[in-house]
């Protein structure tokens, strides 16, 4: 990603996901310079780029001088989904990611990873409405991951099966099933991997 007066190279907007997004300088510290700190450590320069499809900010730090260099990092990152998540789910769960900017696409994808999650789980009996509430009646899920959870499985249905009354899903309510997925993901599968990898390497220190 080089610091031009476009930030160049970002696959897709965080925000809105469209991919290779126009993102326009807006703001930066001095070249040269950095942003003043107070603790001593080494200053970095800053830059605030804004979307031209959505108008959503992005900042990207570097290291000394940012004119034409890389960032070293963007703020927000870009959504990828974890490593952690089962193949089938985390292919769902990306792609729900990467069309944000398209809410009735991205309700369908939040939907299919959820159940794709549940399916790893075990649960693989029945409809979707099924595994939620054998999830829930086994304590794998909590009352109210169970609700959300049916929440998104209703505005997957709505553009999935055009309903006559409500067929389109608003980008707030995909926002929030992509964020359910992304949820039930870290607790299911991301957070019990982390814990297990703590355990080892306590085990391996312990010799
Ligand atoms: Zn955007």
Request: glycine letters at 6%; one cysteine or more; aromatic letters at 8%.
């Amino acid at each position: 990603m080089e610091m031009r007066e476009q930030l160049t190279d970002v696959r897709r907007c965080p925000h809105c996901s469209i991919a290779s997004p126009f993102l326009y300088k807006v703001w930066s510290s001095k070249d040269a310079e950095g942003t003043p700190r107070t603790d001593n450590r080494e200053r970095k320069a800053w830059a605030v780029y804004l979307c031209r499809t959505c108008g959503g900010a992005v900042s990207a730090e570097a290291y000394g001088r940012y004119l034409n260099h890389a960032a070293s990092r963007i703020y927000p990152t870009e959504k990828q989904a974890h490593e952690d998540i089962p193949e089938i789910a985390r292919t769902f769960l990306q792609q729900a990611y990467d069309t944000l900017h398209a809410p009735d696409a991205a309700a369908v994808m939040a939907g299919s990873a959820v159940d794709a999650m549940l399916k790893d789980k075990g649960y693989e009996k029945g409809s979707l409405y099924d595994r939620i509430d054998k999830a829930l009646a086994d304590n794998v899920l909590t009352h109210g991951m169970a609700e959300w959870a049916h929440s998104v499985r209703l505005g997957s249905n709505r553009p999935r099966h055009a309903d006559a009354e409500r067929p389109h899903v608003s980008h707030e309510e995909a926002r929030q099933s992509v964020e359910f997925a992304e949820a039930l993901g870290n607790f299911l599968f991301v957070l019990t991997a982390r814990i297990e990898r703590g355990i080892q390497a306590a085990k391996a220190a312990e010799g």
